[in-house]
């Protein structure tokens, strides 16, 4: 790993800039919140000298010995916090020198007066990240196409072996089978063993070959069970990895499946305190450098980079993704799901309040890691009707089993209902009693289209004509939930794309597959809806690349017995993507001895290729 220079002595400070931290006048601009001096807050205490990351490397022996140093230094400094009410938290050393504590808010003042405190900040907290609801998609098999995984295994015969993602969230159902190494891989290849633990002086413990290290950083033990599921279904993305051994067949492979993966939980279990703060991170950070990360996954975020404290933003942290970069590991961090400003503004476009359409979210804003936007998803399985020998899949809002229960295995006729105008290019109407009197549709389903009538109309007009069940096709691209109160008769919402076949099949008959069925993506390798737009609120062009995160299948940690997959879609989803690819690309780039040809650190090289 590449460091800055070793020869300067250990007790050289970082250079002094007036008015840190709280103190700031970025902060004081910036900041959201009121404090009252009572007030007790997460504080980061960043001291003077510079971290170990900027000294050496962080397996050698200089660099435990420069350990030492800096903790000490936290006691002779915390020993003139004797006067202070505070909790410590977390100490730091490796990439940023300090520590963080719970104190009041008037005593910060204090603190940053102490000698060898270069600031005092207050740390940013995050909400647990929501993933967005999204119709069922496949274990991966087509998002993997899509990013090219399976040709980087194909072609190059690169399967994350070897490489480390440490993935930071809400943690990880280490029961579940992705995560057994039942192929025996990481056991035999992999580079991380239960000894590797001791000696990086991390905590937490060994789990299995696949899974080598598990903390809970938030509440300071080694319980990672994901109570949200969210981690568990990233962590599968990136590099989950079932093989049943009978049939010696893969059932699930996530982007880097030969992948080891490091499980550091960083939200909090309890009721109330949920969330997580950047000093919780900040620490995880640090042992994902102690055991040697090459890759970090960070599906987290709060929406654009301004919200809190600028300086801590660009001084502190991204001082800390520099210092990961340049050590060769690669931070892949979810760009957000608050698609634009102007979509969440009271006018619902750019205008005088809101003139900014990025929303780019913290920590992907800060410089030295990649942030992931999202796209949409090649395919997905769902149920499905088949009109013309096409299946097309649809949108059941009853409680999406009214139409299976009623027409599932079934040939029933249906009419398209027409408009008789002779005013639309395709002759179907929207379901007024008008058109249903010119139409016999009686015993069958009717067929109209989405437009000026309410969805509720639609179904109680079909249902007095004596129609049996409803379709109603889109008017432009794309799926529609429908908001239907009374389900007089079972309802269904089809893609527009469906409509050519309605009008053309010759036999008119819809059949209803009580299976599952692939069906293609309308919106397929486009940007995701939900995707937050950059650039970040400093100008910073993020995000930086973009993967599949829109209907995501992977694994459901949630459900007891450890076979279960879920879909979950959003930004999240497409950062382990990326970080898993970046895995490969780091394999390949070991395997072949670019680093060494190139002089260009491991990350460097990964961001190039990516």
């Given amino acids: 790993a590449r460091t800055a220079d070793v020869s300067k002595d250990f007790d050289t400070p970082v250079k002094d800039v007036q008015a840190k931290g709280f103190k700031s006048a970025s902060f004081q601009k910036d900041n959201l919140n009121t404090y009252k001096d ?5 504080a980061i205490v960043v001291l003077k000298t510079a971290p170990t990351a900027d000294v050496a490397q962080s397996s ?74 999204r119709e069922e998609t496949p274990k991966m098999d087509y998002s993997n196409w899509v990013t090219g995984v399976d040709a980087a295994y194909d072609e190059f015969g690169v399967d994350g072996t070897g490489k480390v993602i440490a993935v930071l969230d809400t943690g990880l159902n280490v029961t579940h089978e992705a995560f057994a190494d039942a192929d025996g891989n990481c056991a035999k290849n992999g580079r991380l063993t239960e000894e590797d633990l001791v000696d990086a002086g991390a905590p937490g ?254 179904v109680t007009n079909a249902a007095a004509a004596g129609a049996i069940g409803v379709i109603v096709v889109n008017n432009e691209a794309g799926m529609i939930n429908m908001g239907i109160d009374n389900f007089v008769v079972p309802a269904i919402s089809l893609p527009l794309a469906s409509l050519s076949d309605f009008m053309n099949a010759e036999s008119k008959v819809v059949k209803t597959p009580t299976e599952k069925q692939d069906v293609i993506n309308d919106n397929a390798f486009l940007m995701s809806d939900f995707s937050s737009w950059g650039v970040a609120g400093s100008l910073e062009l993020k995000p930086e690349i973009t993967a599949p995160g829109g209907n995501i299948y992977s694994v459901n940690g949630a459900v007891a017995g450890g076979q279960a997959y879920e879909v979950m879609s959003g930004t999240s989803m497409a950062a382990p993507q990326v970080a898993g690819m970046a895995a490969l690309v780091a394999q390949y780039i070991r395997e072949n001895g670019l680093k060494e040809k190139t002089g260009v650190s491991v990350a460097e090289l990964v961001n190039g290729f990516e």
Avoid at 38 to 42: A, E, G, P
Avoid at 88 to 106: E, H, I, K, R
Wanted: proline share 2%.
């Fill in 38 to 42: 009572s007030d007790v807050v997460r």
């Fill in 60 to 133: 050698d022996k200089r660099a435990i010995s420069y350990r030492g140093r800096l903790v000490n230094q936290h006691k002779t400094i915390r020993s003139k916090m004797s006067g202070i009410d505070y909790t410590l938290q977390y100490d730091f050393t490796d990439l940023v020198n300090g520590f963080s504590c719970d104190v009041a808010y008037g005593d910060l003042d204090k603190i940053a007066a102490i000698d060898g405190v270069d600031a005092v900040y207050i740390a940013n907290t995050y909400s647990v990240p929501e993933p967005v609801k």
């Fill in 205 to 458: 413990k060994y789990i299995n070959a696949k899974v080598p290290f598990a903390y809970d950083y938030a509440d300071k033990d080694n319980d990672v069970t994901d109570r949200q599921g969210h981690g568990t279904h990233v962590a599968g993305i990136a590099a989950g990895c079932a093989y049943d051994k009978e049939t010696k067949k893969y059932t699930f492979l996530g982007s880097a499946s030969g992948a080891q993966i490091l499980a550091m939980k960083i939200f909090y279990d309890s009721e109330s305190k949920t969330g997580t703060s950047s000093d919780v991170y900040f620490y995880a950070l640090e042992d994902a450098y102690r055991l040697g990360a090459d890759v970090v996954n960070m599906s987290i975020g709060a929406q654009n980079g301004f919200t809190y404290d600028a300086e801590l933003e660009d001084a502190v942290f991204g001082n800390i993704y520099k210092r990961l970069e340049r050590a060769g590991i690669v931070v892949c961090v979810a760009n957000g799901n608050e698609y634009s400003m102007a979509e969440n503004s009271s006018l619902g476009y750019i205008g005088p309040d809101y003139q900014d359409y990025g929303v780019a979210g913290s920590p992907a804003s800060y410089d030295g890691n990649f942030s992931v936007a999202s796209m949409e998803n090649l395919a997905y399985p769902a149920y499905v009707v088949t009109v013309n020998g096409n299946n097309y899949g649809y949108s059941d809002t009853s409680d999406n089993t009214l139409w299976q229960t009623t027409f599932g295995d079934k040939d029933t006729a249906y009419v398209v209902v027409p408009d008789g105008t002779g005013k639309k290019e395709v002759d179907i109407g929207i379901g007024t009693p008008e058109e249903f009197a010119k139409v016999d549709v009686k015993g069958k389903i009717a067929v109209v289209q989405r437009g000026e009538l309410n969805f509720q109309d639609k």
